[in-house]
């Protein structure tokens, strides 16, 4: 028996005992229960979701998209491979249509950068959805008619007075304050908060100013629709 054939053979012996011993383990056993009635059904559920959303999408766009760049375009295959892995994954549900707006922007630009969209995909699956409502709220902050004082405008504040602002202006991303500063400090380190505190004043009050950087920017740009 050559090398080769041992090899597969005692592969095939192990493989079979481990599935008997699966099977007679009550325990084991259980768990194999778990995944084949509950895990496989609910992976095909998310997968139904996400053709159902994708078509849906589609179908609103055909009159406003060319769909012959998709030959043009040498990696959507990828991107759309790498969309649908990380929308059926994702513990988060709702990131889905996250995802889909990844192919439908895809589709839009003609060029894509490889790196970037392989990194920001990366981002979209580690990022929660606190995460990505963070970086909105603060990219969405614009100054109109207010003024910053020069105290305030690149200068590090207080860490309790500016997070205080920015609680009275989005009460939603404080619901769970140490979960918010984790999320905060996380979106910092990856630079796509800035490392300092900006904030301007109007009629008297106090707002937090646009802190998203350069690359966070791109970012939401390359999940919205």
Not at 13 to 26: D, E, H
Not at 108 to 114: A, F, L, P, Q
Not at 166 to 195: G, R, S, T, W
Request: aromatic fraction near 10%.
């Amino acid at each position: 028996m050559s090398k080769v054939t041992e090899n597969y053979t005692i592969t095939n012996i192990g493989a079979t005992l481990v599935k008997a011993i699966m099977q007679s383990n009550p325990v084991t056993g259980f768990v194999q229960t778990i995944y084949d009635e509950y895990a496989c059904k609910q992976w095909q559920q998310r997968r139904e979701k996400w053709e159902e959303t994708l078509e849906k999408e589609f179908q609103e766009l055909k009159d406003d998209m060319d769909f012959s760049k998709i030959q043009t375009i040498s990696n959507f295959a990828q991107i759309l491979a790498n969309a649908a892995q990380g929308a059926m994954c994702d513990l988060e549900e709702d990131k889905v249509k996250l995802y889909i707006n990844v192919v439908i922007n895809a589709l839009k630009k003609e060029k894509i950068n490889d790196t970037k969209t392989h990194i920001f995909l990366n981002m979209l699956r580690n990022f929660t959805l606190l995460h990505i409502k963070m970086l909105q709220f603060f990219n969405s902050i614009e100054r109109k008619s207010g003024k910053s004082s020069a105290h305030t405008l690149g200068i590090r504040e207080n860490d309790q007075t500016w997070h205080e602002i920015v609680q009275q202006c989005n009460p939603e991303l404080f619901k769970d304050k140490a979960l918010y500063h984790i999320v905060y400090d996380d979106l910092v380190n990856q630079k796509m908060l800035k490392d300092s505190y900006v904030s301007y004043t109007t009629n008297s009050k106090t707002y937090p100013a646009k802190q998203t950087t350069i690359l966070a920017d791109e970012f939401l740009e390359f999940i919205s629709k």
